[in-house]
């Protein structure tokens, strides 16, 4: 059974793949229609669940800055939306109950807070995924939206510890003692290599936290959740987390088939599961108005109201929990997996179109702004300038190098990541904070007359979305992108790129020019012709 699971999931998600969605909205709909033929969930699928969920905590925890999460904008409006929308959520489940609508007439307030309270909560897995796949997990609508996420998810171990009546054993107290483990850790991860063997020591730390925790009558999720937090600020932090993306996603995939797997619905859950999905918008409008008042640009306010703007499977916990003390019925267990996964549905097709909607209804939304939104500001595009380059990882700082050492050129960098611009700074290059994919960063650049426009970010998505905001911009000089792949490349020059170097295809040719233009001596003299040639004589 459990080999007619996995095909039917590769079927779904290549087909999803196709229609231009996420493999996930694939995988959700591959377990409903195994749930619907009589399939359910087994032991194998449940664990390679849990273990994708503890993954991507673990990976979440070495990305995060725990002083971030003490900021106003993350943990006031966590609380200040989940009390709003939650009253939204409570009134409508006993607005619908007075219709005497099937499933709603008989809930009472205590029912339906307890709903309320499960859907006020956004989710980790489906916002980190979608994130992640745009390559915005540290621009800084991503960095709010995981840290609401994080506030979210120790309000639900709380909720949980409280629920249960599970109350962590006297040895919990000597957890913050982890900290001295970090030399240790630091130590284990730069010894293992770069190969599986890092992979594997953060697979083991991962379960490691999360049993850890478990022992100890702790949520094993955070378990996972401290232990990257552990090693989160080590040097070999970035790249553990590189290495484990694609273990990661391949584990949650047994979390996305069990939800299907876990509902039985039928047309009277589906129609109050759509009911609620009607109320996403509610929630995203919250999230935007709460954080529009805490300094941010409506931009950035956007985009993180639409990572949020999904239902959690911490609403399944909860109605699981709820089943087994009597306070829920199966039939709501089965009607908020379906709402949860619907969601997910609505949220991925939406975030996927979250910068062209931002553009069009920017000026709409800028009206939102307090007038001190000038934290996340971009700087201007820079003047002066011959290269414009977007995305200042490895490949965009060693272009940065060669063309202004090289080529003579000026050259200035533009990237989100704030924390890097010290180390860019120590390293004598100009770069500015912008992000390529925001239209407001773009205004101005038909009035610049940069030679070259060069892209290096990691998302395709994001790289094509940017070059046609640049030539919307009125922008009429060349631009050049990186390519991974031969499709990739054919992309970008559909977008409006001159230039794609692939990675992978042209590594060669770059290799073998860097290693004969540093060793000249091994090759053969040129024919007095061809000198004569280049230098523009008559031969």
């Given at each position: 059974?459990?080999?007619?699971?996995?095909?039917a999931?590769?079927?779904?998600?290549?087909?999803?793949?196709?229609?231009?969605?996420?493999?996930?909205?694939?995988?959700?709909?591959?377990?409903?229609?195994?749930?619907?033929?009589?399939?359910?969930?087994?032991?194998?699928?449940?664990?390679?669940?849990?273990?994708?969920i503890?993954?991507?905590?673990?990976?979440?925890?070495?990305?995060?800055?725990?002083?971030?999460?003490?900021?106003?904008?993350i943990?006031?409006?966590?609380?200040?939306?989940g009390?709003?929308?939650?009253?939204?959520?409570?009134?409508?489940l006993?607005?619908?109950?007075?219709?005497?609508?099937?499933?709603?007439?008989?809930?009472?307030?205590?029912?339906?807070?307890?709903?309320?309270?499960?859907?006020?909560?956004?989710?980790?897995?489906?916002?980190v995924?979608?994130?992640e796949?745009?390559?915005?997990?540290?621009?800084?609508?991503?960095?709010?939206?995981?840290?609401?996420?994080?506030?979210?998810?120790?309000?639900?171990?709380?909720?949980?510890?409280?629920?249960?009546?599970?109350?962590?054993?006297?040895?919990?107290?000597?957890?913050?003692?982890?900290?001295?483990?970090?030399?240790?850790?630091?130590?284990?991860?730069?010894?293992?290599?770069?190969?599986?063997v890092?992979?594997?020591?953060?697979?083991?730390?991962?379960?490691?936290?999360?049993?850890?925790?478990?022992?100890?009558?702790?949520?094993?999720?955070?378990?996972?959740?401290?232990?990257?937090?552990?090693?989160?600020?080590?040097?070999?932090?970035?790249?553990l987390?590189?290495?484990?993306?694609?273990?990661?996603?391949?584990?949650?995939?047994?979390?996305?088939?069990?939800?299907?797997?876990?509902?039985s619905?039928?047309?009277?859950?589906?129609?109050?599961?759509?009911?609620l999905?009607?109320?996403?918008?509610?929630?995203s409008?919250?999230?935007?108005?709460?954080?529009?008042?805490?300094?941010?640009?409506?931009?950035?306010?956007?985009?993180?109201?639409?990572?949020?703007?999904?239902?959690?499977?911490?609403?399944?916990?909860?109605?699981?929990?709820?089943?087994?003390?009597?306070?829920?019925?199966?039939d709501?267990?089965?009607?908020?997996?379906?709402?949860?996964?619907?969601?997910?549905?609505?949220?991925?097709?939406?975030?996927?179109?979250?910068?062209?909607?931002?553009?069009?209804?920017r000026?709409?939304?800028r009206?939102?702004?307090?007038?001190?939104?000038?934290?996340?500001?971009?700087?201007?595009?820079?003047r002066?300038?011959?290269?414009?380059?977007?995305?200042?990882?490895?490949?965009?700082?060693?272009?940065?190098?060669?063309?202004?050492?090289?080529?003579?050129?000026?050259?200035?960098?533009?990237?989100?990541?704030?924390?890097?611009?010290?180390q860019?700074?120590?390293?004598?290059?100009?770069?500015?904070?912008?992000?390529?994919?925001?239209?407001?960063?773009?205004?101005?650049?038909?009035?610049?007359?940069?030679?070259?426009?060069?892209?290096?970010?990691?998302?395709?998505?994001?790289?094509?979305?940017?070059?046609?905001?640049?030539?919307?911009?009125?922008?009429?000089?060349?631009?050049?992108?990186?390519?991974?792949?031969?499709?990739?490349?054919?992309?970008?020059?559909?977008?409006?790129?001159?230039v794609?170097f692939?990675?992978?295809?042209?590594?060669?040719?770059g290799?073998?020019?860097?290693?004969?233009?540093?060793?000249?001596?091994?090759?053969?003299?040129?024919?007095?012709?061809?000198?004569?040639?280049?230098?523009?004589?008559?031969?």
């Open positions: 059974m459990d080999s007619l699971i996995i095909v999931a590769f079927a779904c998600g290549f087909a999803a793949r196709q229609l231009g969605q996420p493999p996930l909205v694939g995988y959700l709909v591959a377990g409903f229609a195994l749930g619907l033929a009589g399939y359910q969930s087994s032991a194998t699928i449940e664990t390679i669940a849990n273990a994708g503890s993954m991507m905590l673990f990976i979440i925890g070495l990305k995060l800055d725990l002083r971030s999460l003490l900021r106003p904008e943990y006031r409006s966590t609380l200040e939306n009390l709003a929308f939650g009253l939204v959520v409570f009134c409508f006993l607005v619908m109950g007075l219709l005497g609508l099937p499933l709603v007439a008989d809930v009472n307030s205590q029912q339906a807070a307890l709903v309320a309270f499960a859907l006020a909560f956004s989710s980790t897995v489906c916002a995924s979608l994130l796949a745009h390559g915005e997990f540290r621009v800084r609508h991503g960095q709010i939206a995981v840290g609401i996420l994080i506030v979210q998810d120790i309000i639900a171990v709380l909720f949980l510890t409280v629920s249960t009546g599970k109350i962590p054993t006297a040895w919990a107290l000597l957890l913050p003692l982890l900290i001295f483990t970090r030399p240790l850790i630091s130590y284990l991860l730069r010894a293992s290599g770069h190969d599986e890092l992979i594997l020591a953060g697979i083991i730390l991962t379960f490691a936290g999360s049993s850890l925790f478990e022992t100890v009558g702790m949520k094993a999720d955070l378990g996972a959740l401290v232990f990257g937090m552990l090693v989160s600020g080590d040097k070999k932090a970035a790249e987390a590189k290495s484990m993306i694609s273990f990661k996603d391949i584990f949650l995939i047994g979390f996305f088939l069990n939800i299907g797997l876990s509902a619905p039928t047309l009277e859950m589906l129609g109050i599961a759509l009911l999905c009607l109320l996403l918008p509610v929630k409008a919250i999230f935007f108005l709460l954080l529009s008042r805490y300094r941010m640009r409506a931009r950035t306010a956007f985009l993180a109201s639409l990572a949020l703007s999904q239902y959690s499977e911490f609403g399944l916990i909860v109605a699981a929990l709820s089943l087994k003390l009597g306070w829920l019925s199966e709501w267990m089965a009607t908020l997996a379906i709402a949860v996964s619907i969601s997910f549905v609505l949220s991925t097709a939406i975030n996927g179109r979250a910068h062209p909607l931002y553009s069009r209804f000026q709409h939304l009206r939102f702004e307090t007038k001190l939104a000038t934290e996340d500001d971009p700087q201007s595009p820079a002066n300038v011959d290269v414009l380059i977007i995305g200042m990882g490895r490949v965009g700082s060693g272009a940065y190098d060669a063309v202004e050492s090289q080529y003579n050129l000026r050259v200035c960098g533009v990237d989100t990541d704030k924390s890097k611009f010290p860019h700074q120590a390293a004598g290059r100009r770069v500015i904070y912008g992000d390529a994919e925001d239209a407001d960063f773009w205004e101005g650049m038909q009035t610049t007359r940069y030679k070259l426009v060069m892209f290096t970010m990691p998302s395709l998505a994001e790289m094509v979305d940017a070059v046609r905001q640049l030539r919307s911009s009125g922008y009429t000089g060349k631009v050049a992108a990186v390519a991974k792949y031969e499709d990739e490349r054919e992309a970008m020059k559909a977008a409006g790129a001159d794609v692939n990675y992978y295809a042209e590594a060669g040719a290799f073998a020019e860097h290693t004969l233009s540093n060793l000249l001596e091994l090759l053969p003299e040129k024919p007095a012709a061809l000198v004569e040639q280049a230098q523009g004589r008559p031969i």
